[in-house]
């Protein structure tokens, strides 16, 4: 619908003013672990296009929990 292509076009509105300002803030913090930004940018390049492909052919269900399964997986690793 018309309404809902306004919402997203205003949330892509705003990331894209907040991820530079974010991003120039870690870099000049001085808290970027410089090693880990190569293997993490191509991952979210494969992710970026792959979620792109995956979003016109998955139902929103099923792409939700997939979405959801990795996050908490991620969580996991992450704190153990």
Not at 25 to 43: D, I, L
Not at 74 to 79: G, W
């Amino acid at each position: 619908s018309r309404r809902r292509h306004t919402r997203f076009r205003n949330v892509t509105g705003v990331q894209t003013c907040a991820l530079p300002i974010s991003a120039l803030f870690f870099v000049f913090s001085g808290k970027v672990e410089w090693q880990f930004v190569p293997v993490m940018a191509a991952a979210s390049l494969v992710g970026g296009n792959l979620g792109g492909r995956l979003v016109g052919v998955l139902k929103p269900s099923v792409l939700r929990v997939i979405v959801i399964v990795f996050g908490v997986a991620a969580a996991v690793k992450f704190f153990l």
